[in-house]
């Protein structure tokens, strides 16, 4: 697996006006299975705040979810477990693209 990194200004709208910010978290650009319960997703970009994956399920902004990503590491598989909030839904080419906020993780080991 390839992992790309980078830290992008993004667009914000505040008060109607569109500005410009840097992102808080650097996104690694990453391809990895996504467990929503409800049905699977795979990554695109994964930060320490959030990430944003593709599904077949569709999401309501400002809704919760759980969701977990496995891992390997030299120590074996870990699997990070999530309750995140969903900050925004893009409906293109027959997918849902979906970007999620971490409110919560933490790692254990797979079984």
Do not use: W
């Amino acid at each position: 697996m390839r992992f790309f990194t980078r830290r992008d200004n993004v667009c914000i709208k505040r008060n109607g006006l569109m500005t410009s910010a840097k992102r808080k978290e650097e996104r690694v650009h990453a391809a990895i299975p996504v467990d929503l319960g409800v049905g699977t997703g795979i990554t695109r970009d994964v930060s320490a705040s959030g990430m944003f994956f593709e599904t077949d399920v569709d999401y309501a902004v400002g809704s919760e979810i759980t969701l977990s990503v496995k891992f390997d590491t030299p120590g074996g598989e870990l699997v990070m477990k999530c309750k995140a909030q969903i900050v925004r839904v893009e409906h293109r080419d027959g997918k849902v693209g979906v970007a999620a906020k971490m409110i919560e993780s933490r790692f254990e080991a797979a079984n």
